[in-house]
């Protein structure tokens, strides 16, 4: 199977339920980049309609592929290697297209559904029917904006923590890697 991973920033949830844009991370970059290569997404969309935004990512990946730093930490050129800057999910979503032939089948995360359509191995029967590549979108500020998720094929249950007080707030990038790992280990 196909899988490509996409970093939203745009359209993204505010603490209000507003509409907002939240900036790109060095460490979001870096480890996500890591995570996507180590489980063979075939690249890792850091979505945001922010030129300076763009900037600032091709300058890290730009550093990351000289030959100083490549020699010095090949690994993580590899990974980052994989990246590929979209301003929104429609264009990397034709860019899927463009490389597959087919539409990619839209997965999205989050603790904040009203309702999921299942687990990691539901979602890898249904690919299999479908035979389509894997778009999976994680949102990053208080999660994907409704007009994202209400379009997606398939929301995946929620990673649900163990403290007894109920506490369940992990990063994203601790998210992308629990999520990497159960899909893959589904296949």
Known sequence: MNMYLGLIHHPILGREEQIITTSVTNMDIHD???????????????????????????????????????????DRSSALSFIELANTIDAAKERIKEIEGVDPYIVVTGANFDEFSGNEKSLREKLQVDNRPMFLLFGTGWGLHASVTDAADFKLDPIVGTAEDGYNHLSVRSAVAIYCDRICRSL
């Open 32 to 74: 996500i980049a890591r995570s996507a290569r180590t489980f063979n997404f075939k690249k890792y969309f850091i979505v945001t309609p922010v030129i300076k935004q763009h900037e600032l990512v091709q300058s890290i990946l730009n550093h990351w592929n000289t030959d100083v730093e490549n020699s010095y930490n090949p």
